[in-house]
């Protein structure tokens, strides 16, 4: 079964420096990987998504991420960390279901802080 | 372009009464999702309808939970009676059919006294 695995549920940085945030999937084949991100009461945003093409995604507001089929991983990256990226982020597996629609598995979160 | 509307934003009733929530997807949208989102856990699918139909209802709750999209637009997710553990927040995603990437709207947050 496809699912994924967030590694940190809490991350705190200093502004101006780099945000590692760590995602392991489980899929039985190539799968379809995403990131969203949540700020408080507001809904989910699609910050990148992975689908088989390039294994280094470039997303929104300066995010990136790295398809590693070896490590089975695609931790999200960001080289400079602004206070604005203060947020719940959600790694995301999509399953396929009956051929031609898809479920998105979530993994339980991380909470990003910024501190100034 | 307008994005996946939800109303209402927050709703408190107590256990044992019903509730209803709303969701407008975005245009042209053939798929359609509700997700339940606990405090402190990803969003989990209750329902999943590809037009009018329903695809995926195996996680939902159908002794108290319902959901229909009558005319393949909007959708209304209904939860007789509520319990406790129902509060959280109702999520609703749409796609263009056969796309894997979802459009999320703000969400409904319930709270269940």
């Given at each position: ?18 945000v ?14 995403f ?15 992975y ?8 997303g ?16 999200l ?6 206070m ?22 979530f ?10 | ?9 927050y ?19 053939a ?14 699918l209750?329902?999943q309808?590809q ?19 009558l ?18 927040v ?24």
């Amino acid at each position: 079964a496809q699912s994924v695995t967030q590694l940190d549920s809490h991350v705190s940085v200093s502004e101006g420096t780099p945000v590692l945030l760590r995602c392991n999937y489980s899929s039985s084949y190539s799968p379809s990987l995403f990131w969203y991100v949540q700020h408080p009461n507001k809904g989910l945003q699609l910050l990148l998504k992975y689908t088989s093409a390039a294994t280094l995604v470039k997303g929104i507001n300066g995010f990136e991420a790295e398809f590693k089929k070896s490590e089975t991983s695609f931790h999200l990256t960001k080289p400079s960390a602004h206070m604005s990226d203060a947020a719940e982020y959600f790694c995301v597996v999509s399953v396929g279901v009956g051929g031609a629609t898809n479920k998105l598995i979530f993994g339980t979160g991380t909470l990003l802080a910024v501190q100034p | 372009e307008a994005g996946v509307a939800q109303s209402p934003r927050y709703k408190i009733i107590e256990k044992r009464q019903s509730v209803a929530f709303w969701c407008n997807p975005i245009s042209g949208h053939a798929t359609l999702y509700w997700y339940q989102q606990i405090l402190g856990q990803g969003p989990k699918l209750l329902i999943q309808f590809q037009n009018n139909g329903v695809v995926d209802d195996s996680q939902l709750p159908k002794d108290r939970f319902s959901a229909e999209r009558l005319k393949g637009v909007d959708s209304t997710l209904k939860i007789q009676p509520a319990k406790l553990e129902d509060s959280a927040v109702y999520l609703c995603a749409s796609s263009f059919r056969n796309s894997p990437e979802q459009y999320f709207g703000p969400g409904t947050r319930l709270t269940v006294t």
